[in-house]
Structure formats: C-alpha cells, structure tokens
C-alpha cells in the first residue's frame, strides 16, 4: 500500500495497526498462513480475506489461548466515500 500523505500513514499504524494486517484473497489460504505453519507469525495480528461475494469476506484472527477465530465482514452497501474521478466532481 503506498500513502503518501506522512499524517495519514502513521494515524493509520497508530490507530489501527495496518503495519500488522494481511490481505489475502482466498479464505483457505489465509487460513493457512495464520494457523498451519509451524509457528504463527508473531507480527500479524489479523488476516482480511474476501469471499466470492463482493466486498463481503472474513477476518480471521487468533483468540486469547492461541485459538483460530474469525469475524464476519459485511459489504458496505453505503454511498461511495471516496472519488477517483476529480473532473466529473468539479462538473
């Protein structure tokens, strides 16, 4: 992920630990890497994958005794929040 605004990065490691998050497209895969290795990686805190459904998908995480765990993440379903399209916002 490239930011280039200095501000925004580090308020993003700071607030949400982005330094230590994964995304990993296939829910099996990244299941894998979080717990079917030897060790679990000590510096990843949560695995983000998506499902076949767009934008819905699973952060899989491990619990307090070392346990996999997962939690659901739904589609946002909102208005965009975000434009890429600056000609057709001045417009």
Do not use: C, H, W
């Not at 819905?56 to 909102?78: C, H, I, K, M, Y």
């Amino acid at each position: 992920m490239q930011i280039d605004d200095d501000l925004v990065r580090s308020q993003l490691i700071i607030n949400q630990s982005i330094e230590q998050m994964v995304l990993i497209g296939n829910p099996d895969d990244a299941y894998n890497v979080l717990f079917q290795g030897a060790t679990r990686p000590r510096n990843i805190k949560a695995i983000f994958s998506f499902a076949a459904r767009r934008g819905a998908g699973v952060r899989l995480r491990a619990g307090q005794g070392g346990e996999p765990a997962s939690d659901p993440v739904s589609a946002f379903n909102g208005r965009a929040r975000m434009k890429t399209d600056v000609e057709a916002q001045i417009r």
